[in-house]
């Protein structure tokens, strides 16, 4: 009497075998079809409370792009190329008032320690670093830094 047939306390014989069947294949169907939301950009950070990190961003400030020296070596002519953003300068004289103006421009605005970063690439000759660098010194530039490569390496 068992196994689906009907009986004495089970008046209709009932096959679940097929049922169990179709909610297989619907749990299978809402898993694939079931997508998760992506938390894009998102990620935790450890900040100091009391730090300069949590302060709102002062609006009265202009923020001015660092003077940062790039050097670089061209390789079909064996010359090095001096750049502070995107402009080149041949000349001491060119490259040193650039220098001090961008210096300047920090100063007025309230950043007297701005530095002059010297940015060469692994291929320059270190003569060439050495002269941008005494260049700066003999010109009145005090706060000068070395720096890891900024572009690409």
Known sequence: MAHGS???????????????????????????SFHFKQLEGKFE????????GNQ???TDVV?????????????????VIRKIGSVSFPSNDELIAAVKGG??????NGQPNAPAI???MPNVPWKDVI?????????????IQMSEPFGPK
Not at 103 to 108: I, K, Q
Not at 132 to 143: I, Q, S
């Open 118 to 120: 010297i940015d060469s």
């Open 131 to 143: 002269g941008v660098l005494d260049l700066c010194k003999a010109n009145g530039v005090t706060r």
């Open 6 to 32: 009907a009986g004495e306390d089970n008046p209709v014989g009932l096959n679940v075998a097929p049922m169990v069947d179709i909610i297989f294949c619907l749990c299978i169907f809402f898993m694939c």
């Open 103 to 108: 210096l300047a421009r920090h100063a007025s």
């Open 56 to 58: 709102p961003f002062p």
């Open 63 to 79: 923020v001015i792009e660092e003077v940062r020296i790039s050097m670089s070596l061209d390789a079909s002519t064996q010359t």
């Open 45 to 52: 950070a450890w900040l100091p409370k009391d730090g300069p």
